[in-house]
């Protein structure tokens, strides 16, 4: 199993969840984020300059899925939430060891 986190524009989130749900994803955590980078992101005008305001807006997204999966779920992810401008974000793929609901006690999630 492979943990697939994914920080996306705000607006993004409904058209990554129709890209998730193509592939069959119908399960999947959403968290509003906040992200500082090195791109510009909202700026405000002061003394006739313009000046960085701090933290970016962000979902970040979070799906567990088969090591089988991750390459379409994270190509899914990302044409679904590309803009083709700076601060569109970030995908993350990392190892789970182990995964259980806790009401059922269940293990196999599949995807």
Do not use: W
Not at 4 to 11: D, G, N, Q, T
Not at 14 to 37: S, W
Not at 45 to 61: L, N
Request: proline share 4%.
């Amino acid at each position: 199993m492979k943990l697939v986190i994914a920080v996306i524009r705000p607006y993004k989130i409904e058209e990554v969840q129709e890209a998730l749900a193509q592939l069959g994803i119908a399960r999947f955590n959403i968290t509003e984020a906040k992200r500082f980078g090195p791109y510009k992101g909202h700026t405000v005008i002061g003394r006739g300059r313009e000046y960085a305001a701090g933290f970016v807006p962000k979902i970040k997204v979070e799906v567990v899925v088969p090591a089988s999966l991750v390459d379409k779920v994270v190509d899914a992810i990302a044409r679904s939430a590309r803009t083709n401008e700076a601060g569109d974000g970030e995908i993350i793929v990392m190892g789970i060891d182990r995964r259980m609901g806790i009401h059922t006690g269940e293990t196999d999630f599949g995807g």
